[in-house]
C-alpha cells in the first residue's frame, strides 16, 4: 500500500484510493464513527491531485484549510434536497485511521494537532459549500440548473438550459459568477497541481555547528555591522533614501566594503555598499524613516543568531533583483534574467539541492536558457541578438552567484564534469519521444539524434565537447545553502528528507518512509541512527518486526520487510530474514524477499512454504488491484489456473485468514459464472459518489 503516486499513476492511484477508503469504511463502522466514502474519496484526491508532494498519509494545517475552504466547495456540487455529508466529521474519522493503521507520516503533525486543525476550520466549512464564489463553473451551472427545476441527470435537460442560458434566457448570480472566472482567470484556484520533483534526502550538522559557519560569513558580519552602525538614533539619508557621501565613505571604511572612493560623488556609484544598504532593508534589518535610517529594533534577536541572520540573508537576496542586476541609467537594459529573476533563483538552487556531484556551469547555464526559452517570447531578432540576449542573462546570472558565493550558500571549484552530466541515456525512450523533443531541449540533454535540424546537432556537440575538453567551473550548495533550501521547500508543501529526523518516528513510519522515499545508502543512515536512539539493538530490531507483523496491508508490509536486508549492515538483514522463515506470521514476507533476492529458490522451500509465498502472492495482487471489483477482474483475466491457484491458497497456513477469506468470497464472484461481468468499473463508482447523486465538478 503506497501513499504517494505520481500524477500519471492514474490507475494505481484509484485503485490504492478504493482499497483504502473500503478498509477505512469498514473500521469506522467497527468503531462507530462517522464517514462518507464519497467525500473520503475527494479527501484523498486533493493530496494527490493539488498539492505539490502528494503525500496521502500527511495531513498539515493548511492541508485541512484547503480541503474544507477551497477544495470542497469547488469539486463537490450538493444538489437541492440532497443530504450533505459531514466533511469534517469524515476527515476526522479519515485522519484517526491514518493513524491507526499505521500509514500516518511520522514527518507530519501529531493526531491530536491534525484533530485541532480540522476543529478551527469546522463552523467555516458550511458557509465555504453555500457561497457561491467559492465554486468551480460546472458547479456553478449546474446548481443553477437544479435550482430552475431542471434534471441535470438528464443529459438532453442539461443542455437545453445550456443553450437557455447562452441566449440570456436565464436569470444567474451574475456577481458571483464573474467572481468564479476572475479567480480562475488570475489562478486563486485550486486545481491540479504540477508534483515537484522528489528530493534526495540530505545530511546536515547540528545547529551550533551551522551557527558557527554563518558567524564566519563576511556578510553576515557586514549586515551586523550596517544595523549596528545605523543604531537606534539612526543616520542622516538623502531625500531619494541615499547615504550621504561622508556618512558613505565613513560606512566602507568600517565594513570593509572594498569600494573604491577615490573620486567619487554620489554613494550610488559604491556597488557593494549600496548592495549591503538595499540587502539590510529587504532582510527587515534597518529601514529608512524621515530622512533617517535607523536599525530595526524587532531585529535585534535575529542580529544576535548568526544562523538565523545568515537564513534572513538567504531569504532576503529573492528581493535583490533591482539592486544586483536591474539597469544602472536609462542608457542600459535590463536582461532576461530581470523578467524570472526570483522563479529562475528557485530553480537553480533546487537543482542544487541534494545533488550528489557537483553541477558544471555549462549544464546550469543551459537549463536556465532552457527556462528562458519556455518562458519568454524569443521568436523576434536574429540569431546574433539572440546570443547577446543570452550572453547578457549569462553575466547576470554569474552576478547572482557571486552573490551566493559570497554569503557562503554554494561553493565553486574547478574539475571534471561527472559522467551523470554529459548525457542523458534515452535509448529506451522510443522514437515518438524523440520526434516530439523540442529542439531547445535535444540540444540541453545532449541528444543529438533528437534533433533534426544540422546546426542543433552541431550545437548539442559543442556542448559535450565544452563538458569534455578540460576542467569546468563546478557547483554546488554548502551544508548552509542546503539547510536553507529545505526550509524553503518545506515551507512550499514539498518533501525534502533529512537523515535523523526519523530518529523519534515509530517503527511503522520508519519503515514505511525508508521504504517509498530513501535510496539505500540513506536508509542504511537513517536506520543505523533510529536503532542507536533506541539503545539495545535487539530491542530495536523486535520493534522493527513487529510493526510489519501489526501492518494490515500486505503490500505494505512487505515494502516495510524488504528495507531490512538492504539497510541492515553486513549481512545482518540477510540473517533476519532468514530467522523470520520460521517465524509464523512473518514467514510468507520474508520466503518472498529471500526468493527476490535469490538467496532462496522454490527448490529450496518445502511444499508448505510454497504454499505460503503463493498465498501471499495473490493476496498482495488483490491488494494491487484495489480490492472488490478490480480484484475480480484481475482474478478473470488469469484464466482457469487462477482458480487453481486460488483452492491452493486457502487450503495453506496463512497467517491473514481475514485476507483468506476475502479472496475465497472474491474468487467465488469471479471465477464460479465464468467471466460474467460483475458490478461497475470503480472509476465510474468514484465520480458518482456513494449516493449516485453527489457529482465533482
Request: with cysteine.
Amino acid at each position: 500500500m503506497r501513499m504517494r503516486f505520481e500524477p500519471e499513476a492514474e490507475e494505481e492511484f484509484e485503485a490504492a484510493c478504493g482499497l483504502l477508503v473500503d478498509r477505512l469504511v469498514r473500521w469506522a463502522g467497527e468503531q462507530g464513527l462517522p464517514v462518507d466514502g464519497f467525500t473520503a474519496e475527494v479527501a484523498l484526491d486533493y493530496r494527490h491531485l493539488a498539492t505539490a508532494d502528494g503525500r496521502l498519509g500527511l495531513w498539515e494545517s493548511r492541508h485541512v484549510e484547503e480541503l474544507l475552504l477551497s477544495w470542497l466547495p469547488q469539486q463537490v456540487t450538493e444538489l437541492p434536497g440532497e443530504e450533505r455529508a459531514d466533511a469534517p466529521g469524515t476527515l476526522r474519522t479519515l485522519l484517526r485511521y491514518l493513524h491507526a493503521a499505521q500509514l500516518a507520516d511520522p514527518r507530519g503533525p501529531s493526531l491530536q494537532d491534525s484533530l485541532a486543525a480540522v476543529d478551527r476550520v469546522a463552523e467555516q466549512h458550511l458557509a465555504a459549500m453555500t457561497d457561491r464564489t467559492r465554486w468551480g463553473p460546472a458547479k456553478f451551472w449546474a446548481t443553477t440548473a437544479a435550482e430552475q427545476g431542471v434534471n441535470v441527470q438528464d443529459g438532453a435537460a442539461l443542455q437545453r438550459f445550456a443553450d437557455r442560458a447562452q441566449r440570456g434566457e436565464v436569470a444567474y448570480d451574475r456577481q458571483a459568477l464573474a467572481t468564479i472566472m476572475e479567480r480562475r482567470l488570475t489562478g486563486r484556484v485550486l486545481s491540479g497541481v504540477a508534483r515537484a520533483e522528489p528530493q534526495l534526502p540530505v545530511m546536515l550538522p547540528p545547529d551550533d555547528e551551522l551557527r558557527r559557519r554563518a558567524e564566519a560569513s563576511t556578510t553576515v558580519a557586514q549586515l551586523r555591522g550596517l544595523a549596528e552602525w545605523a543604531g537606534q538614533g539612526g543616520r542622516p539619508v538623502t531625500a531619494t533614501g541615499r547615504l550621504r557621501m561622508a556618512e558613505a565613505r565613513e560606512l566602507v571604511d568600517v565594513l570593509g566594503t572594498g569600494d573604491k572612493i577615490a573620486g567619487v560623488r554620489s554613494s550610488a556609484d559604491l556597488p557593494r555598499l549600496g548592495l549591503l544598504m538595499e540587502w539590510a532593508k529587504k532582510a527587515r534589518l534597518v529601514r529608512v524613516v524621515k530622512g533617517r535610517l535607523y536599525a530595526v529594533a524587532k531585529a535585534r534577536p535575529v542580529l544576535a543568531d548568526p544562523l538565523q541572520l545568515w537564513l534572513r540573508a538567504f531569504d532576503a537576496g529573492f528581493e535583490l533583483r533591482q539592486a544586483l542586476i536591474g539597469a544602472r541609467s536609462g542608457w542600459h537594459v535590463e536582461s532576461m534574467l530581470f523578467d524570472v529573476y526570483e522563479d529562475v533563483l528557485d530553480d537553480v538552487l533546487n537543482t542544487l539541492y541534494s545533488l550528489p556531484y557537483p553541477m558544471p556551469w555549462p549544464r546550469l547555464r543551459d537549463t536556465v536558457h532552457l527556462a528562458y526559452r519556455t518562458s519568454l517570447q524569443l521568436d523576434a531578432g536574429s540569431d546574433l541578438q539572440h546570443r547577446m540576449w543570452f550572453e547578457h542573462a549569462d553575466r547576470d546570472l554569474r552576478a547572482v552567484l557571486d552573490l551566493l558565493d559570497d554569503l557562503g550558500a554554494i561553493e565553486r571549484d574547478r574539475g571534471m564534469a561527472d559522467p551523470v552530466f554529459l548525457d542523458v541515456d534515452l535509448s529506451d525512450a522510443g522514437p515518438e519521444l524523440l520526434a516530439d523533443m523540442p529542439p531547445e531541449l535535444a540540444e540541453l540533454l545532449g541528444v543529438a539524434g533528437a534533433a533534426t535540424d544540422p546546426v542543433a546537432r552541431e550545437r548539442a556537440d559543442a556542448r559535450r565537447e565544452e563538458l569534455t575538453a578540460g576542467p569546468v567551473e563546478l557547483i554546488r550548495l554548502t551544508e548552509l545553502g542546503t539547510r536553507a533550501v529545505r526550509q524553503r521547500l518545506l515551507a512550499a508543501g514539498r518533501d525534502a528528507p533529512l537523515v535523523g529526523e526519523l530518529a523519534q518516528a515509530p517503527a511503522a513510519g520508519l519503515l514505511g518512509v525508508l521504504a517509498e522515499d530513501y535510496p539505500p545508502d540513506a536508509a542504511r543512515a537513517e536506520l543505523a541512527g533510529w536503532i542507536t536512539a533506541r539503545g539495545e539493538r535487539e530491542a530495536a530490531l523486535r520493534q522493527l518486526t513487529d510493526a510489519v507483523r501489526t501492518m494490515t496491508f500486505r503490500t505494505r508490509a512487505q515494502a516495510m520487510l524488504d528495507v531490512l536486508p538492504a539497510a541492515l549492515p553486513d549481512g545482518e538483514g540477510e540473517r533476519l530474514l532468514r530467522t523470520l522463515r520460521r517465524d509464523t506470521q512473518l514467514a510468507p514476507l520474508a520466503l518472498n524477499a529471500l526468493a527476490h533476492r535469490e538467496l532462496l529458490s522454490p527448490e529450496d522451500m518445502t511444499d508448505a512454504e510454497q504454499l505460503l509465498v503463493l498465498a501471499e502472492s495473490l493476496l498482495q495482487l488483490v491488494e494491487l488491484a484495489g480490492g472488490g471489483d478490480g480484484a475480480e477482474e484481475t482474478l478473470r483475466a488469469q484464466g482457469p489456473q487462477a482458480r487453481e491457484a486460488v483452492a491452493a491458497a486457502l487450503n495453506s497456513a496463512h497467517p491473514d485468514r481475514a485476507g483468506l477469506d476475502e479472496l475465497r468470497q472474491l474468487a467465488a464472484r469471479a471465477l464460479g459464472t465464468h467471466g460474467a461481468r460483475v458490478g461497475r468499473a470503480r472509476k465510474a463508482r468514484r465520480s458518482s459518489g456513494k449516493s449516485g447523486r453527489k457529482r465533482r465538478r
